[in-house]
């Protein structure tokens, strides 16, 4: 059984996200989401104004059929050590020294990494800013 696991906030979960879910899932049979917890989130970014809380935005992550196991996690090249996995997913805007590092040891474990393109027209800022409009 080959494992993906991919990582995000997920906190203004869209059909973005879902495709995320989808397109990750077409590389192996079980799909591992790590969701990142929100102490982390408001530690780095204390302007930042979450919706929901870890549990409830795991919660609706583990809802999607294409999602099969879902963690929180709080740093991201600290979670592709703690998981089994095969196949780390990613996006192309997630590139930050952390992901730099998890791709690092990704490479260096045998691990694939696979970026895959964002979904066109939709994103958790245009969404906001959406919000706003209404």
Known sequence: ????????????????????????????????????????????KPEAKMVYTTEERCYMVKSIRYVDNVVVYRDVSDIVKEVDFDVFVKGPDQTHEGFQKAVRWCEENGKEVVVLPRTEGVSSSWLKETIKKM
Request: positive net charge.
């Open 1 to 44: 059984m080959k494992k993906i696991l991919t990582v995000g906030v997920y906190d203004l979960l869209h059909i973005g996200h879902v495709e995320v879910f989808r397109r990750a899932k077409q590389y192996g049979d079980y799909l591992t989401v790590a969701v990142q917890d929100s102490e982390v989130i408001l530690k780095y």
